[in-house]
């Protein structure tokens, strides 16, 4: 079994930075992909960041320069620091992974429970 923790959430300014964490653990083989997704009420779960296994990175638009996604292979952890927050940064943060849990096993997304991340003066 493959358990994501997430933590970090909570209230901050606009424009100010909040670090979030997550941290992967359980029957975990091999990890390619990690990654940060967001959702808002009415809306689609949206990809915010994601780190390959060789450090190729993607963003959103909208977080683009603002935000950096990173990750620890041997803690099993990926972090993703917010920065220059903005209300539209309002959301539910979920962390999700690409994992084996055996070299024989198919790749399988993982998805935390979530963590609330709320912008707001």
């Known amino acids: 079994q493959v358990q994501l923790v997430e933590s970090g959430g909570g209230l901050v300014q606009p424009g100010g930075s909040l670090r979030l964490s997550c941290a992967a653990s359980?029957?975990?083989?091999?990890?390619?992909?990690m990654g940060w997704y967001r959702q808002t009420p009415g809306n689609q779960r949206e990809l915010v960041a994601r780190?390959?296994?060789?450090?190729?990175?993607n963003f959103a638009d909208s977080v683009k320069g603002r935000f950096t996604i990173s990750r620890d292979n041997a803690k099993n952890t990926v972090d993703l620091q917010m920065n220059s927050l903005k209300p539209e940064d309002t959301a539910i943060y979920y962390c999700?992974?690409?994992?084996?849990?055996?070299?024989?096993?198919?790749?399988?997304?993982?998805w935390g429970q979530g963590t609330q991340v709320a912008v707001s003066s």
């Open positions: 999700n992974i690409v994992a084996k849990t055996s070299p024989s096993a198919r790749w399988r997304d993982y």
């Open positions: 359980g029957s975990i083989f091999s990890i390619s992909a």
């Open positions: 780190i390959g296994s060789g450090d190729s990175t």
